[in-house]
């Protein structure tokens, strides 16, 4: 199993960036995908997640400004970061989580300048 996040770097403030998560091993349709994200001395926190049937939940800080989707054909999900912040600044991971198991992909950094 494996699941590989990409898409990461360096942005100014106000700017974009997509993340994906590419899933192998799994059956990747029935997995609640996740993302999070962790800075340095704190805990990693849920930034949104979507079900296997497409319903989207996000912590209100990234709100109207973050869109996750997945593509089931291609095992993968996508995390659209849109108006970002310096305070969206961290490693991002991404999550598969069913019945059958639990499974973290390692992260991708997101800086973002002011």
């Known amino acids: 199993v494996q699941l590989q996040a990409s898409g990461g770097g360096l942005v100014q403030a106000g700017g974009s960036l997509r993340l994906s998560c590419a899933a192998s091993?799994?059956?990747?349709?029935?997995?609640?995908i996740s993302w999070y994200r962790q800075v340095p001395g704190n805990e990693r926190e849920l930034v949104g997640t979507?079900?296997?049937?497409?319903?989207?939940d996000y912590v209100d800080s990234v709100k109207d400004r973050f869109t996750i989707s997945r593509d089931n054909a291609k095992n993968t999900a996508v995390l659209q970061m849109n108006s970002l912040k310096p305070e969206d600044t961290g490693v991002y991971y991404c999550?598969?989580?069913?019945?059958?198991?639990?499974?973290w992909g390692q992260g991708t950094e997101v800086t973002v300048s002011s």
């Open positions: 979507i079900t296997s049937g497409g319903f989207t």
């Open positions: 091993g799994i059956m990747f349709s029935i997995y609640t």
């Open positions: 999550n598969a989580v069913a019945r059958l198991g639990r499974y």
